[in-house]
């Protein structure tokens, strides 16, 4: 998970700002414009690079939704309108069929198309705001994302598992997508293309799952100054 500077109020379309200002103490629920919806959309893929805000995958307005990082609670949060409380998440509108949850736990499973946003509910996870998000999780090869073992705290441990529980993020969908990220970065870097190129932005747009890609790139060169230093012992 890539952290995201927090966006702030100031920040928001002014087409929002209009809206809130017209409907005093509304909550999100009451918010039907569609045109200030796909202005939030739009201003929130943007600062987060056209990637999704949890899993890393390539999200646009079609193919993304609205996310509460405080959830909405059915509208107890007093945050429901806050921008600094929104993000975009991947998955627009997801169909009951989707879901396949565990009967005794109710999470969904692995084997679900949902994740993310629409698979979390209410569940506390690790905010992509927080600025400790990227240090929870550690990439392997195989696609998976797993609690980083050099984590220390309890509390961050159960918060790294939860998150990966809730958000589903090693579903299987996930789990080939992100493989083929880090087996792809391995690819060009034997090309000799340099990591800053293969992981730089471009016309706004991080490459998808842009943390397991660095990770690629991080134990790629680690093992190759492993084996020039063994070569020069």
């Given at each position: 998970m890539r952290h995201i500077p927090q966006p702030l109020e100031n920040e928001s379309p002014r087409i929002f700002q209009r809206w809130k200002n017209r409907h005093r103490g509304a909550k999100y629920a009451r918010l039907k414009d569609g045109d200030v919806k796909k202005a939030i959309k739009e201003?929130?893929?943007?600062?987060?690079?056209?990637?999704?805000?949890?899993?890393?995958?390539r999200i646009s307005r079609g193919t993304s939704h609205i996310e509460h990082i405080e959830p909405q609670l059915g509208?107890?949060?007093?945050?429901?309108?806050?921008?600094?409380?929104?993000?975009?998440?991947?998955?627009?509108e997801p169909k009951k069929g989707d879901y396949i949850r565990d009967e005794e736990s109710g999470v969904v499973s692995p084997h679900s198309t949902i994740h993310c946003g629409h698979a979390r509910g209410s569940h506390r996870v690790i905010s992509p705001y927080d600025a400790k998000c990227e240090s929870l999780f550690s990439y392997s090869f195989s696609g998976e994302i797993s609690v980083n073992p050099d984590l220390t705290?309890?509390?961050?441990?159960?918060?790294?598992?939860?998150?990966?529980?809730?958000?589903?993020?090693?579903?299987?969908?996930?789990?080939?997508?992100?493989k083929i990220a880090m087996l792809e970065t391995v690819k060009m870097l034997e090309k000799?293309?340099?990591?800053?190129?293969?992981?730089?932005?471009?016309?706004?747009?991080?490459?998808?799952?842009?943390?397991?890609?660095?990770?690629?790139?991080?134990?790629?060169?680690?093992?190759?100054?492993?084996?020039?230093?063994?070569?020069?012992?």
């Open positions: 201003a929130l893929i943007s600062r987060q690079k056209f990637i999704c805000c949890y899993c890393e995958t509208g107890l949060s007093a945050k429901t309108l806050d921008f600094s409380n929104m993000a975009a998440s991947c998955i627009r705290e309890v509390a961050d441990k159960n918060l790294a598992q939860d998150s990966i529980t809730y958000l589903n993020l090693n579903s299987e969908s996930l789990i080939a997508m992100r000799g293309i340099a990591p800053a190129d293969i992981l730089r932005e471009l016309s706004g747009k991080l490459p998808p799952f842009y943390s397991a890609a660095k990770t690629a790139a991080q134990i790629f060169n680690s093992s190759r100054n492993t084996v020039g230093n063994t070569a020069n012992s």
